[in-house]
């Protein structure tokens, strides 16, 4: 069996991942305003765009913005026209994220909305449906915000959330912090849905991908 490792990770990262100027930026940018480096890795963000793209995605939603990295990558998988609602609770990191999508020209592809997504969902609902949403926020908040994608993605759209994995300590037998039982219920919530035909993407920290049947 091979062992999927930093090795591997790069190897991806060197052949489909690459980061061009805006991602470099965006990392750098957020490291300069003291963002926690908390964004997802280059592979994982090349999977999210494949996924857009499979999708032919022309509306998605991220709930967690960060600096703009992952909001990019996603952006960049959607249809000409299409449109990204990303969801993040600090203003700055609001403010940094939009001057990354600026600067990546992709300032018309994706709207910033400055609020907590407990608040700010339930206001989306009406752009819907969706084709793709992404998921990468608080951990005690993964049910709700999965329970609302699956309500407002059309059938054949794609729900991804982020750190399935919660750094490997899913699988290990003796882990049992709350984050770590959290994610093992989320992904048991995911797991047992069957309007949904679900997995894990086992690159970086894990993330659960879930196409709507039903
Ligand atoms: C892991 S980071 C997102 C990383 C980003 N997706 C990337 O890879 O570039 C999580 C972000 O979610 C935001 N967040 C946490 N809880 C939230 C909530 N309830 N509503 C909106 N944003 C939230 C945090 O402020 C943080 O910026």
């Known amino acids: ?13 060197n052949l489909f991942a690459k980061e061009d100027p805006a991602l470099q930026r965006s990392k750098e940018e957020s490291r300069n305003y003291g963002l926690p480096g908390i964004n997802i ?32 990558w996603i952006a960049r998988g959607l249809r000409p026209g299409g449109k990204l609602y990303t969801v993040e609770r600090e203003a ?18 994706i709207e910033v909305k400055v609020g907590d997504a407990h608040d700010l969902l339930p206001g989306l609902r009406e752009f819907g449906p969706y084709d793709l949403v992404f998921i990468d926020a608080e951990k005690s908040g993964y049910p709700m915000y999965f329970s609302w994608a699956v309500e407002n993605i059309r059938i ?26 959290q994610m093992r219920n989320f992904n048991q919530l995911a797991a047992d849905d069957h309007r949904l035909l679900s997995t894990i993407y086992p690159a970086g920290d894990g993330t659960l991908v879930a196409v709507k049947l039903a």
């Open 1 to 13: 069996m091979t062992i999927y490792n930093e090795q591997l990770s790069q190897y991806i990262t």
């Open 41 to 72: 890795q280059p592979e994982e963000g090349r999977f999210l765009q494949i996924l857009a793209s499979i999708c032919s995605a022309k509306k998605a939603v991220e709930i967690g913005t960060l600096g703009g990295y992952s909001g990019i």
């Open 156 to 181: 054949g759209g794609i729900i991804a959330a982020h750190n399935a994995f919660q750094g490997g300590k899913v699988a290990a037998p003796g882990e049992s912090d709350p984050q770590t039982t």
């Open 92 to 109: 700055k990191h609001a403010e940094i994220a939009q001057a990354q999508f600026a600067a990546a020209g992709l300032h018309e592809k």
